[in-house]
DNA sequence: ATCTATGCAAAGTATTTGCACAAAG
DNA sequence: CTTTGTGCAAATACTTTGCATAGAT
């Protein structure tokens, strides 16, 4: 029946995303696995994506104008990402301060189930360039 | 040199987004500007939307996996969105649950500007069906 | 041996761009 | 009249899908 197969390429691009410092794009998940296993398709890695994503082993992210990127989900328990408007860099926060547990239900009936948050704003290092 | 026209389809593509009642999508605009120029283009939608977001009467809005949408740039207030997950139809709200005041700075040093953040959950409509 | 996964290429979407004509100023 | 805007179609970018074959079990 349905049987999922351990193959080269999923494992590589797991570890890739996973040996990563921050989410990646698709772009850059290929261009990495290509490291490892030259001949890797494009479709495979969308396609790999797919599945981890569904078992919950990366998390998609997406951010406006941006490719979505891909970060392991394994550790993971609720985080939100801080962007730099100067250096672009995503981060990844422990702090949630958004004061709604799920469940809750806001004025005018809408029951929260979850949420996502991105705050903007400068890095240690770019608030200290520019204060300088 | 560099002047700005007014044209009619701007015009109708700016009020289809204003009496919307939530964000839309470029298919959408292009539906409900159609209805008032039947001929008007995709690339012109497109176009305008640009030139509408850097003037700040749009605001581009991206929810993950979905198509962008653009909403009214003008009454500027601070507000989020909450998606719902049963009928996807997304809702502005006025409520702030960000316990995080721009200029803060989180532990680690990450000063806030700024904050995006986009509720999940059921809307009033859908959560009484699940419940019935 | 069986059946899933891969790689390629083709097909889909979403968005942008080139160009000749239309229209605003 | 001059220059910008429009509509169309072609071009791009990103993602998904069909199919024959490679590879896992």
Redesign the interface.
């Known amino acids: 029946m349905n049987a999922r197969r351990n193959t080269r390429q999923r494992e590589t691009i797991l570890e890739v995303i996973q040996n990563a410092s921050g989410p990646l794009g698709v772009s850059e998940i290929l261009e990495r696995a290509r490291t490892q296993i030259p001949g890797v398709g494009l479709a495979t890695v969308y396609r790999t994506l797919a599945m981890l994503k569904e078992g919950g082993q990366v998390l ?1 992210v ?4 941006e490719e ?1 990127r891909f970060e392991p989900g394994t550790r993971h328990h609720h985080h939100h990402h ?1 962007v730099c ?1 100067t250096c672009h860099k995503v ?1 990844e ?3 949630c ?4 547990p799920a469940g809750s239900v ?19 290092q770019c ?1 200290v360039r520019k204060a300088a």
């Open positions: 998609e997406n951010l406006p104008g979505s801080f408007q981060f926060l422990e702090t301060p958004v004061g709604i806001l004025p005018g009936g809408f029951r929260v189930a979850d949420h996502h948050l991105t705050l903007y704003g400068f890095c240690p608030d």
